[in-house]
Structure formats: C-alpha cells, structure tokens
C-alpha cells in the first residue's frame, strides 16, 4: 500500500509513479512521526501531508504540465528553492502548562527540507489537551494550537473536534503500523531462533 501510494489523492500517484527530475517527495514521507504524535500531525498537517516537494519552479511547472497534459487532477508544490517559513518560538508558550513542542521540533527531517516543514508547522503549537491548549491560545496571537487528540484550537478562536465514527488507516498510522511490523518481525525472528535451539536440545 506504502510503495504504491494506496491512500494519496490520484495526482499524487500520478507525479511520484512518473519518476520526474527534480521531485523529493511527498511531506508525509519526508517526516518522522514519533509514536503518539500521529493523530496531532495529520490533524495539523491535514491536506499539506499530500503536497510534494520538489527542487525548483522549474520542477513544479514540469510536473503540473504532466498533470494537466493526462488530466490527472490538482495539486500544491513546495519548491525548495523558493519556499520560506515563518517560525513561532514564543518563550511564553514555551513556558506554558501543557506545553509539549512547537510543530516543527515534534517530527524529524533532513535539515535540507527545515524550510518546507517551517512553512507548514511554524506557526501550530502541540499540546497535551484541549483546556490547556484553550487557555494558551489566549496569550498568542496567529499561532494554531493542536492537541494530541487531534483538537484544534485555531488563531481566530474557532475550535475543531470530536472523533470520526470508524477509525480510517491514514498515513500516518500507515507509516507507524508498517514500524510497528517490521519490529514484531524482529520479535518473532528471534522467538524462533530461540524455539528452534530448544528443539534442537530436546532432539
């Protein structure tokens, strides 16, 4: 499902299985989303996780002139020659109860892409619940606070929540899932070695 974009708009398969000049990738498979964090993430990140990121203008246009051409639908581009992020690094925030990172400083990435992830996390805050997340929107200004559950608190004052009726196996948890397998291998590989020296013993 990973290799082959299962899960991602038909715009995205089309530019990544096309193998252009000049594409990094797609954001959600540029970050490291540490156990936990998923819900918060994909809720922060929402339609960004799907954006491609991509060397220069040159590279964009060339990629959209093969999504135009095949009617492959729309997508965003995230040229890294020309992307700039906008950072929040309130000491106040910092400092707040409840406080668990700023967006960009909660997943991992080459550093080559710190603009990119800047321009899509500079500004969301991560904390642990939503009466805390409350109270600090209250202290900041054009900074989007998003809890752990997935809630968010938006600039403007709006708040976003509640739970989806069936749990959908988005990417990021696609991404956790496939870690979480090749762990339990690893686990199982050794119980067998173990079994078979027993067995060997026992014989």
């Known amino acids: 499902m990973e290799n082959n974009y299962e899960g991602y708009n038909y715009a995205v398969r089309h530019v990544m299985k096309a193998r252009l000049a000049g594409i990094h990738g797609v954001v959600a498979e540029l970050i490291k989303v540490p156990e936990g964090y998923e819900t918060a993430m994909e809720t922060a990140l929402g339609a960004s996780l799907q954006n491609i990121v991509c060397e220069n203008d040159s590279s964009a246009k060339k990629a959209i ?15 890294l020659s020309s992307i700039k992020g906008r950072s929040v690094r309130d000491d106040r925030l910092r400092n707040a109860i409840g406080f668990i990172g700023f967006g960009s400083d909660c997943i991992e990435f080459d550093e080559r892409y710190r603009n990119v992830m800047e321009y899509l996390l500079g500004r969301v805050v991560i904390v642990d619940n939503m009466d805390n997340a409350i109270n600090m929107s209250k202290t900041a200004a054009g900074v989007r606070f998003v809890t752990l559950e997935g809630e968010v608190v938006n600039a403007g004052g709006a708040i976003t929540g509640g739970r989806y009726k069936n749990k959908t196996a988005n990417i990021l948890d696609r991404k956790a899932e496939i870690l979480s397998m090749e762990k339990d291998i690893v686990k199982k590989n050794d119980e067998k070695k173990e079994i078979e020296t027993r067995l060997t013993s026992l014989r």
């Open 65 to 79: 002139a093969v999504l135009k051409a095949n009617r492959a639908g729309r997508m965003t581009f995230l040229p």
